[in-house]
């Protein structure tokens, strides 16, 4: 069988695959301000289970752009989030990402507490002055206790990113965050992960940007 490639520039390559899933979304409508991100995640993930599954919080997208023009920390809950995150645009708006999840003395206390690295990163978190984005891809422990500190008055996040991937507490995780009044962009189910995560957050920085494919 014959295979035949597509001739596509180097550069063009990321512009094509946004007319592709555009096309492929068909005749479906989503709001403007959202419409960039579920794209940027299914470009991301080659997966349009995520234009059923990212839910919003009401006025959540200008929530997010005001706090990255503000100058916010993103945290993550790996370094492959952390990673991921467009830290040169993030700090032209004079903002930072950061990850404690490889901090030795967060390895410790976790394994003093008998608790997660996750949820003592997010408790470290916690103490961040300014405005905090949490992208969180992978541990449903970081979101769990990322609520329960919203529930106890201890964290009030200018955005969380919930996306945990997998089968042990995830929906439920996700689910929890629901029920906050934080703003948030929730990854319905069992998919996420620290790449659409990643993506969310990227797809935000480009909104406060003004270029939503940089």
């Not at 597509?6 to 989503?30: C, H, K, N, W, Y």
């Amino acid at each position: 069988m014959k295979v035949e490639l597509q001739r596509v520039a180097p550069a063009d390559i990321e512009a094509r695959s946004m007319e592709i899933i555009t096309q492929e979304l068909g005749e479906r409508r989503f709001p403007a301000e959202q419409l960039p991100i579920i794209k940027r995640v299914i470009h991301t993930s080659a997966d349009f289970d995520y234009a059923d599954n990212l839910r919003f919080s009401e006025g959540v997208v200008e929530q997010g752009v005001a706090a990255i023009r503000g100058g916010c920390t993103v945290v993550t809950d790996t370094q492959m989030a952390w990673s991921g995150v467009n830290k040169r645009v993030l700090e032209r708006f004079g903002g930072k990402a950061v990850c404690f999840m490889s901090d030795p003395d967060v390895a410790a206390e976790a394994k003093a507490r008998g608790v997660t690295r996750a949820a003592v990163s997010m408790e470290r978190a916690s103490a961040l002055e300014g405005p905090v984005i949490f992208a969180l891809g992978n541990a449903p422990t970081a979101l769990v206790r990322v609520c329960e500190l919203i529930d106890e008055g201890k964290l009030a996040p200018a955005l969380v990113i919930g996306a945990p991937v997998g089968f042990v507490n995830v929906v439920e995780s996700k689910e929890l965050l629901l029920r906050t009044d934080v703003p948030s962009i929730t990854a319905r189910g069992r998919k996420g992960g620290s790449n659409v995560a990643a993506a969310i957050c990227n797809a935000l920085l480009y909104l406060a940007s003004g270029n939503v494919r940089e």
